[in-house]
């Protein structure tokens, strides 16, 4: 069993920059590859970034490619996402997974979920 838990978030103006965390407080995500999903108000909640069990592996998607950067830290449990030069768009409850595998896109994939965080952008 793995408990993964988001912090960071909050009201955040366009072009600033936010980190958010997400903690494994039961079991450990060392062997799990992470990635972070988000859902805006009145869509369904999509793929943002992979890493996988090591950190060697990582996608994007398109959207925040170049702005937001996924890491981790196996020893402390933790996964990350650096958020920089944010946008209205990116407003979203974003949730923190897991799997047992290969990194994935795919929602379907992931077996453990945070209970997600809201990151809301002003403009």
């Known amino acids: 069993q793995v408990q993964l838990v988001e912090s960071g978030g909050g009201l955040v103006q366009a072009e600033d920059s936010t980190r958010l965390s997400c903690v494994a407080n039961?079991?450990?995500?060392?062997?799990?590859?992470m990635g972070w999903f988000r859902q805006p108000p009145g869509k369904e909640r999509e793929f943002v970034a992979a890493?996988?069990?090591?950190?060697?592996?990582?996608v994007y998607a398109d959207s925040v490619k170049g702005r937001f950067t996924i890491s981790r830290d196996n020893a402390k449990n933790i996964l990350s996402l650096q958020m920089n030069n944010l946008k209205p768009e990116d407003s979203a409850l974003y949730y923190c997974?897991?799997?047992?595998?290969?990194?994935?896109?795919?929602?379907?994939?992931?077996?453990?979920w945070g209970q997600g965080t809201q990151v809301t952008v002003s403009s």
């Open positions: 997974s897991g799997r047992y595998g290969v990194i994935s896109r795919r929602l379907d994939a992931h077996r453990y």
């Open positions: 039961e079991g450990t995500i060392s062997r799990l590859a």
């Open positions: 890493i996988g069990a090591s950190g060697g592996s990582i």
